[in-house]
Every structure is written in C-alpha cells, then in structure tokens.
C-alpha cells in the first residue's frame, strides 16, 4: 500500500487550538476551513506531492511557520509521525526475521 500525498500543507486555528493540515486544493481547502470557523490560517503549495511526515519537515524551517503555535502544532504532529515511521519500519524488519530454535 503506498502512501497518500499531499500538495498543500500548513496551520490553521479552530476554537483555539493551532492544528496542522493537509490538503491537495489550496483554495478548497481555504474555504472548507474559512467554514469551518479556522482563523490565522496558513498554507503552502509544496513543491512536489509529499507525505505527511516530508511535508512536516519541509514546511518546519519555512519563515510563516516561525511563531511559537504553529512552530509547536508543526514539531508535534512530526515526532507523531516520526514515531509511526520507526514502528512500521521496526515491524517490517522484524517480520523479515526468522527465530530458530
């Protein structure tokens, strides 16, 4: 199964709280959080389809993503997903290992 990728990635905050996003339309997706009630929102065309963890990382150092929210929403969701990765990757090796007794 392959990864799904994404085009557009960003922040925006709902009831307060700075969550990151994702999306493959940049302006669908501005308008289904503008309905959503999303303020501060900020997003970015990626320069390539990415996953999720490759946009995270792509999008961390970029100077709109600076401030304190969504520097924090953004270092969150990446040691998620960095952690997801080191379990597949763990199961996949372990999988591959026979146990000879």
Do not use: W
């Amino acid at each position: 199964m392959s990864e799904r990728t994404y085009t557009v990635a960003g922040t925006a905050r709902q009831n307060g709280i700075v969550k990151t996003r994702f999306a493959n339309d940049f302006y669908n997706r501005i308008k289904i959080l503008n309905k959503a009630g999303c303020e501060d929102i900020k997003l970015v065309e990626l320069p390539e389809p990415m996953s999720k963890l490759h946009a995270l990382q792509y999008i961390k150092n970029l100077p709109e993503f600076q401030d304190q929210d969504s520097a924090m929403s953004i270092d969150i969701k990446l040691d998620e997903k960095i952690a997801i990765a080191k379990k597949n990757a763990y199961k996949q090796v372990s999988s591959k290992v026979a146990v000879f007794s």
